[in-house]
């Protein structure tokens, strides 16, 4: 693999991973001082671990979200040296904060279920803990091999509810209400795709692409969030493909949109590494769909196909 080849690797599967790194670290400590779903005793009493594992969560979020060297002028091989060394960093920093004080916290919350309003199935809060717990020791397993992608092309498909995996990629977003169009129809599709990867590298993704630029605007800050909307529909009609539309009401996309899946594209001045959508389109091409994208009459759309 070149330097440039390496280059490009690090950067999709560190931005990949920064998805699920949200989803098993920020999202249930959020969700605690944020959802009223833990009693107001808990708040009080463990105040100074909640303070902790926050601000813990929100520096790991932070470094992940950085670009890992200074400048695209940089030379490859300076690129490749500031790459590995927040490689080591993450080894050495990140994984034993994720370890030694994020889930603890998560473990001790969860074992504690007077914690958490009744009923446990219904908890949003409680489940984010319960799925973080589940999940991190293979996203550090992802973070040990950023340089190398040990996934890459291993695909494991299985039947999943269509509606639940949406949901569970989608409904936490703080930025605007999701709803879903004919919601019993769509909630009696089951899909053979790797789950894992069309979460992690598609509706996460989504989800970033929709917090950071739909509703990120100050004109867009200034409406209620009844006003912000994420509507997602289902079209069954095409021969092979199941037709899952994402569309919200946010701010237009100004860009080349035919450039808008190509590595490294960006537009504007929105700081981001232009990795999002390429990770999307190329998730969907490895499990047998494609996704499409549209700006247009006051809606941003995006179209995911996914095999029957």
């Avoid at 959020?30 to 463990?46: C, Y």
């Avoid at 950085?66 to 002028?73: A, G, M, V």
């Avoid at 889930?103 to 001790?108: L, M, N, Q």
């Avoid at 996203?139 to 509606?163: F, M, P, R, W, Y």
């Amino acid at each position: 693999m070149t330097s440039a080849e390496l280059i490009k690797d690090i950067g999709a599967n560190k931005h990949n991973v920064k998805m699920r790194l949200r989803l098993a670290v920020l999202d249930p400590i959020d969700s605690i001082l944020n959802d009223g779903q833990v009693t107001k005793e808990f708040i009080l009493e463990h105040r100074v671990n909640i303070n902790e594992v926050h601000k813990t969560a929100t520096s790991i979020m932070s470094f992940f979200s950085r670009k890992w060297y200074d400048s695209e002028e940089d030379s490859e091989e300076k690129k490749l040296a500031s790459l590995r060394g927040n490689i080591k960093k993450t080894l050495d920093d990140i994984i034993p904060k994720i370890k030694n004080v994020i889930i603890p916290f998560y473990d001790t919350c969860y074992n504690n279920t007077q914690y958490f309003k009744q009923p446990l199935a219904n908890n949003d809060t409680y489940n984010l803990i319960q799925d973080s717990r589940n999940d991190y020791l293979s996203i550090c397993i992802a973070l040990q091999s950023l340089e190398h992608d040990v996934n890459s092309g291993n695909i494991t498909c299985t039947k999943v509810n269509l509606l639940e995996i949406i949901q569970k990629g989608l409904d936490k977003t703080p930025v605007a209400i999701v709803s879903y169009v004919n919601e019993f129809l769509m909630s009696q599709y089951y899909v053979n795709i790797d789950g894992d990867k069309f979460l992690n590298e598609v509706l996460l993704n989504i989800r970033s692409n929709i917090e950071r630029h739909a509703f990120s605007a100050t004109e867009q800050k200034k409406k209620l969030i009844t006003e912000k909307k994420v509507v997602v529909s289902v079209d069954a009609e095409e021969k092979d493909f199941l037709v899952v539309s994402i569309q919200n009401n946010g701010t237009q996309f100004k860009g080349d949109s035919k450039q808008i899946f190509d590595y490294g594209y960006t537009s504007g001045k929105s700081g981001n590494e232009g990795k999002g959508m390429f990770s999307i389109r190329n998730a969907m091409k490895e499990i047998g769909g494609d996704a499409q994208f549209l700006s247009e009459n006051g809606l941003v759309v995006y179209k995911l196909f996914i095999k029957k």
